[in-house]
């Protein structure tokens, strides 16, 4: 079967770090997406990792373990306005993106 | 650039009744996806088309539906409406779904409600 794993809730304060965790088991892998969604709005991208390793992009970074089927999304410098839901999604087979139900997280001051 | 644009944003229905989503993908973008999206299973796919041919299918039953044009625009159809098909149904497009790294664009989405 096909399953992504991602804790439902966080939360954290502001200025601090966190790291989203996401597993996963499908059959075929393309690479691994991260998309923040806020509130009401539709899902916008932020890392793409197909190879292992740490892909870094500004107070964002994101981490994939092929082998054990494993990403994280790492925050730093947290900020109010990344308050929202992040997902994580895994490209399949058939090209087919498979998304988790995704990580709420508030940031408080 | 105008970005990925999804009409009615907001829908009421009743049991029983049909709906008509549609879907204006990027200019440029041939792939178009389609998800649904309720509080408890977040994301889940519907269905892709790629210059006017379903690619891929999610899990869903026969009573959704969907189609591309010509001009890459999506519809999706929703016949015999449930209470259990609220939702927000997002569109999302793309340039190549056949390369590995392949953005996709969501839309706004049309809240769905089902009476």
């Known amino acids: 079967g096909q399953n992504i794993d991602q804790p439902t809730e966080m939360t954290a304060t502001e200025g601090a770090i966190v790291q989203i965790n996401c597993t996963y088991q499908?059959?075929?892998?393309?690479?691994l997406f991260w998309y923040q969604q806020h509130a009401g709005e539709a899902p916008t991208f932020l890392s793409y990792n197909v190879l292992d390793g740490l892909e870094e992009k500004g107070r964002f970074s994101s981490f994939l373990s092929r082998s054990k089927g494993y990403s994280y999304l790492l925050l730093k410098e947290l900020q109010m306005k990344d308050s929202a839901s992040y997902l994580c999604?895994?490209?399949?087979?058939?090209?087919?993106?498979?998304f988790g139900a995704g990580t709420r997280l508030a940031v408080h001051p | 650039k105008a970005g990925v644009t999804q009409t009615p944003r907001y829908l009421i229905k009743t049991r029983g009744q049909q709906v008509t989503l549609s879907c204006s993908p990027i200019s440029g973008h041939r792939s178009v996806s389609w998800y649904q999206q309720t509080p408890g299973q977040g994301l889940q796919f519907l269905f892709e088309y790629f210059s006017e041919t379903q690619r891929n299918k999610g899990n869903f039953p026969g009573r959704f539906s969907g189609r591309q044009f010509s001009n890459s625009r999506s519809e999706m159809n929703v016949s015999t409406l449930e209470l259990g098909d609220s939702a927000l149904y997002l569109c999302a497009s793309s340039l190549d779904p056949g390369a590995a790294y392949n953005e996709q664009f969501f839309g706004p989405g049309t809240r769905l409600t089902v009476l």
């Open positions: 999604a895994v490209k399949g087979g058939y090209n087919k993106l498979i």
């Open positions: 499908t059959s075929g892998f393309n690479g």
